[in-house]
């Protein structure tokens, strides 16, 4: 269990105890603890598809939540940026977006988009065989054959379940990015420039947000969209 006063800022939920003083605990999944939001808190605190943990466990146990369209029983499962939440049972849709404010807000969504979604890559690596490994901010893994395609802050947009990929969102001028973190949480802006890295000076990228010109580190910088993003990535309110 997780006290609420204690939990990860992520959390936007009350610290008062209005359903008692504890969480659930995030368990080992796709996102790291610190960035992902179990199952029970996402369906009674965000979604308020139930009332209280015990009807939570029940809609789990029926297999009514879809995650990334593959039903999740486990109640500590994290979800996080970008993930398609399906409730089964009431037909409704949701994406985990980031909100004023908020790392994490489920976002409605048309059914069109729930095949969806986008992952930011953190990673790449050459694997045995000349080809290469693409590890995404949501812990999935692709093999490439073009290791010049893709790029450490790229995006890549993917069908679920099937992981297969759609489109390659280059980190560049032009591009439309999403601000996953700092002041700027939640910012569309337009990419103007990337400034490389150095020993003493972390990566940037320049962006353009309304009429204000912004630097912000590379890796809270997502590119969602060449030039416009195809799905929902935020939501206003």
């Keep these: 269990m997780q006290k609420r006063l204690s939990a990860p800022r992520v ?3 009350p610290r008062k105890p209005r359903h008692g003083r504890f969480l659930t605990k995030v368990g080992p999944g796709p996102h790291p603890k ?3 939001i179990d199952l029970v808190t996402l369906l009674r605190d965000y979604l308020r598809s139930v ?3 015990r009807e ?4 789990l146990k029926n297999r009514y939540l879809l995650v990334d369209g593959v039903v999740r029983t486990e109640k500590s499962f994290p979800v996080g940026l ?3 939440i399906e409730v089964a049972r009431e037909g409704k849709v949701y994406r985990m977006v ?3 404010g908020r790392l994490l807000y489920p976002a409605p969504i048309p059914d069109s988009e729930k095949g969806l979604k986008i992952s930011m890559i953190r990673s790449k690596v050459t694997v045995p065989g000349g ?7 949501d812990g999935r893994s692709f093999l490439v054959d073009d290791p010049d395609a893709y790029f450490v802050g790229d995006s890549l947009l993917i069908k679920v379940p099937s992981q297969e990929i759609v489109s390659r969102i280059p980190l560049e001028e032009g591009t439309t990015a999403l601000v996953i973190g700092g002041e700027r949480l939640s910012s569309l802006g337009k990419v103007v420039r990337v400034i490389p890295g150095s020993f003493s000076v972390r990566p940037a ?8 010109r912004v630097l912000v580190p590379k890796e809270l910088a997502m590119p969602v969209g060449m030039p416009e993003p195809p799905i929902t990535v935020r939501w206003v309110e």
């Excluded at 939570?56 to 809609?59: E, F, P, Q, S, V």
């Excluded at 080809?131 to 901010?137: A, E, P």
């Design 98 to 100: 980031p909100a004023v």
């Design 205 to 212: 990228v320049e962006l353009e947000i309304g009429q204000e």
């Design 56 to 59: 939570a466990l029940y809609a």
């Design 82 to 84: 970008m993930d398609v």
């Design 11 to 13: 959390y936007a939920v």
């Design 34 to 36: 610190e960035l992902g």
């Design 131 to 137: 080809r290469v490994q693409l590890g995404t901010h």
């Design 51 to 53: 009332s209280n943990a």
